[in-house]
């Protein structure tokens, strides 16, 4: 299984609410190594944390494992402003060693261009009618805390999880025509800049494919898809989606790895030491629970 890439994308993860899961992320990042890490908007939820977001430990976490992958792995990390963290604007743009935080980018790899943002600016709504924007978010902030609840029923009854909220999406005919024309725009903007591809996030729907000649990426989210972009060493992208990782398979090879290279660098919960019982149960929430939101 690969477990190295050249560039891995994630969008959408809105820390600071109670949707976000930065458990599941953090763990994510533990199994990947990349050159690059763009974190493509939306990482930090400011609106939300102005109304009734909190901001808790494992939020915190997830920062420390950026950082753990810049300092042991020398990896490169691009911060992308969006909607909700717009708060960044009076920053950027901002170098820190191999931290940069910016409003957009060109990516280039392998004789191909892709502009990449995170998508909010081809929102006329969140754009030019902010009020709208907040009311459509408090909206799906009630949508997602009434699909917390309907997958508590149905995990108590041992039933799949279920998302409302992109079932919701799906049969509203307005939402369909509003991320077709969402997608052709995007594709548009990228031949107007003379790429190959662009990539985005914003909308929360996991794609990859091709658009009139364009190649239209989008990361998803990591509210209720918990899906990643991800670009090996010879250019070829792929979506991967958290639930489809075999995480014990992934380990196997980080241990066989370790033997076969005692003085390999191991890095801290990569995996789990022989002289450690792993009886104890963890102080934080299970990482498979069923609670899903933005």
């Known amino acids: 299984m690969k477990t190295h890439f ?21 763990r994510f990042l533990k199994q990947y190594r990349c050159d690059n890490l763009i974190l493509n908007g939306d990482i930090i939820d400011g609106w939300q944390l102005k109304k009734s977001g909190t901001w808790k430990r494992k939020h ?21 402003r969006g909607n909700h963290d717009d708060f960044l604007d009076q920053i950027l743009p901002l170098q820190i060693g191999k931290l940069s935080i910016q409003t957009d980018m060109i990516y280039e790899s392998k004789g191909k261009k892709y502009f990449i943002t995170h ?9 030019n009618l902010r009020w709208i924007a907040y009311l459509g978010d408090i909206g799906y902030t009630f949508l997602l805390w009434l699909n917390r609840v309907v997958n508590h029923y149905r995990f108590k009854r041992g039933l799949p999880y279920f998302s409302l909220s992109q079932y919701v999406k799906a049969k509203v005919k307005s939402a369909v025509s509003y991320i077709d024309q969402y997608e052709t725009e995007l594709a548009k903007m990228a031949r107007a800049k003379g790429c190959d591809g662009i990539i985005c996030g914003h909308i929360h729907k996991a794609e990859n494919r091709e658009i009139e000649g364009i190649h239209y990426l989008n990361s998803g989210d990591w509210v209720e898809t ?12 792929q ?4 639930s489809e990782i075999d995480f014990k398979s992934i380990q196997t090879d980080q241990i066989g790895s370790f033997f076969e290279d005692p003085k390999k660098e191991v890095e801290e919960d990569s995996i789990i030491p022989l002289r450690q019982v792993s009886f104890r149960s963890s102080q934080d929430d299970d990482l498979n629970s069923p609670a899903f939101r933005s």
């Open 119 to 127: 998508g909010d600016i081809f929102d006329s709504i969140t754009t």
């Open 6 to 26: 050249k560039t891995i994308i994630v969008s959408d993860v809105h820390l600071g609410t109670k949707g976000s899961k930065a458990k599941e992320i953090v």
């Open 226 to 237: 918990m899906s990643a972009l991800a670009e090996d060493h010879e250019g070829n992208w």
């Open 239 to 242: 979506l991967i989606y958290y």
């Open 60 to 80: 915190t976490r997830f920062f420390n494992r950026i950082l753990k992958m810049i300092e042991n792995h020398d990896t490169q990390v691009f911060y992308l």
